[in-house]
């Protein structure tokens, strides 16, 4: 099975930069996603990371290593808007290469 | 292109009873998830279609949750005999067959509590 694990919670000041990072252990790993969501609202798609590296949108970048089983999203120029949850979740081959498993999200706070 | 929705948003029930969910999923999205989050938890997979056929079950889902697909559109979760286990936010997905990233774009939620 599928062991994903992030902080819990973490904080940041306005204008900052964080990172959130996110290990897991999967067979036939087939991608990994990140996910915002707000409370009380559905997780909204940020980043998909299937090869090693970093891939950028903006203000948000993902990273990859498959060989340590890490990933981080790096956040930049926070904004109040920012605080959230941020998920992590991976497809495998004992997914059957369809559903995500998430681990159980970092709870981001900003301050001013 | 108006995203995933679900109906109800929020339900309220009294123990025992039957309660039914629908998702309505993106147009021309072959695949439709259902997962279940609890509070301080992330989304806990239920079951997937792709099209109508019904192509995997969680252990999670015991025989009083069925979930259909009639026409591989819309979607209906049914809890039969709900307890107060059963509290917490259903959430419905859909994804394209893109054979690449796959990508799930989640509705709103259903919230259901229950009494």
């Known amino acids: 099975g599928q062991n994903i694990d992030q902080p819990t919670e973490m904080t940041a000041t306005e204008g900052a930069i964080v990172q959130i990072n996110c290990t897991y252990q999967?067979?036939?790993?087939?991608?990994l996603f990140w996910y915002q969501q707000h409370a009380g609202e559905a997780p909204t798609f940020l980043s998909y990371?299937?090869?090693?590296g970093l891939e950028e949108k903006g203000r948000f970048s993902s990273f990859l290593s498959r060989s340590k089983g890490y990933s981080y999203l790096l956040l930049k120029e926070l904004q109040m808007k920012d605080s959230a949850s941020y998920l992590c979740a991976v497809r495998g081959q004992d997914t059957g290469f369809q559903k995500l498993v998430f681990g159980t999200g970092t709870r981001l706070l900003v301050s001013p | 292109d108006t995203g995933v929705s679900q109906n109800p948003r929020h339900k309220i029930t009294k123990r025992g009873q039957n309660v039914t969910f629908r998702c309505d999923p993106i147009s021309e999205h072959n695949r439709l998830y259902w997962y279940r989050q609890t509070l301080g938890q992330g989304p806990e997979f239920l079951t997937y279609f792709q099209n109508e056929a019904q192509l995997e079950k969680s252990r999670l889902l015991s025989d009083r949750f069925s979930a259909e697909r009639p026409k591989g559109s819309f979607s209906t979760l049914e809890i039969q005999r709900t307890e107060q286990g059963d509290s917490a936010m259903y959430l419905c997905?859909?994804?394209?067959?893109?054979?690449?990233?796959?990508?799930?774009?989640f509705g709103p939620g259903t919230r259901l509590t229950v009494l």
């Open positions: 990371n299937v090869l090693d």
């Open positions: 997905a859909s994804s394209p067959v893109q054979g690449g990233t796959d990508t799930q774009y």
């Open positions: 999967t067979s036939g790993f087939n991608g």
